[in-house]
């Protein structure tokens, strides 16, 4: 009977190795991950929250022209068309906020990253023209 219990005791510990593992290293189990859309102030509570975290990033995916005339203070500026090439780049468990102009292009970015097996992925509900509606800041206009 002892010897039947060693291949069962193996097994069962892969599984929770797997499940205490997670999908990255030092992060969240897949059933953890956070890929969601947020209000404008929710995003800026987060900025306000994780701004200063160097594994907080904050990705603006529209184009560098639009980017130029006015941004989230602190974001970075990675085109839409241009993000699956910049993909294996960014460490999957870092902690993300993505926006575009109205969340057209950033709800594909989204889906690109949860496929991907980002932990944690927030959009901006409404984007660029919610973010403004709530007068929240933006530079580089």
Do not use: K
Request: net charge negative; proline share 6%.
């Amino acid at each position: 009977m002892a010897v039947h219990l060693h291949p069962l005791l193996a097994f069962l510990s892969v599984v929770v190795l797997v499940l205490a593992g997670g999908c990255l290293e030092g992060s969240p189990a897949p059933d953890d991950r956070v890929v969601r859309t947020i209000t404008p102030s929710e995003a800026s509570a987060l900025i306000e929250e994780r701004g200063d975290d160097p594994g907080f990033v904050i990705i603006d995916v529209r184009r560098p022209d639009e980017f130029a005339g006015g941004h989230i203070p602190g974001a970075v500026n990675i085109d839409s068309a241009e993000f699956s090439e910049h993909l294996n780049s960014l460490d999957a468990g870092a902690t993300y906020l993505i926006y575009c102009q109205r969340a057209g292009r950033s709800s594909g970015v989204r889906e690109l990253m949860r496929e991907a097996g980002f932990c944690e992925v927030y959009e901006i509900e409404g984007g660029m023209n919610a973010w403004n509606a709530a007068g929240l800041p933006v530079t580089g206009s």
